[in-house]
């Protein structure tokens, strides 16, 4: 009888330890990365419209705000690759918070993304200066 309460206890315990294991495991599963689009709204999207992507982009009056003033529409230029990451590694019009903020690693992903995004478009992006 005490070996069938011992085992008891033990199913019991070992039980407890697996729920506890899986609720740690799932306390620290990390969140999933952005997804390109993700990245251009909160990076692009406050000052460039885009449809494809949901952005209005006026600017922002937020003092910690991204950019002020909006930038042209995307939705009818054709925005090549090397174009988006000019544009934000060089002091190019207002692009100089966005350089501070947005890694390399998610640049590459919204040039990657709007390029492709825009491929089709009937007006090529011309260089400003600023």
Not at 7 to 28: D, N, P, Q, R
Not at 32 to 56: K, N
Not at 58 to 79: E, H
Request: charged content about 15%.
């Amino acid at each position: 009888m005490r070996r069938r309460q011992w085992i008891a206890v033990a199913v019991v315990a070992l039980g407890s330890l697996g729920a506890a294991g899986s609720l740690a495991l799932g306390a620290t599963k990390p969140k999933p990365a952005p997804t390109p689009v993700q990245l251009y709204r909160t990076y692009c999207g406050v000052c460039h419209a885009f449809a494809p992507a949901a952005s209005a982009g006026f600017g922002s009056s937020k003092k910690s705000g991204l950019g002020t003033d909006g930038g042209p529409s995307f939705n009818q230029l054709r925005i090549p690759y090397a174009y988006t990451i000019q544009a934000i590694t060089e002091p190019t019009g207002g692009h100089e918070r966005v350089r501070l903020k947005v890694t390399p690693k998610q640049l590459t992903k919204i040039a990657t993304y709007l390029a492709a995004a825009t491929k089709q478009n009937p007006l090529p992006a011309m260089p400003t200066d600023g």
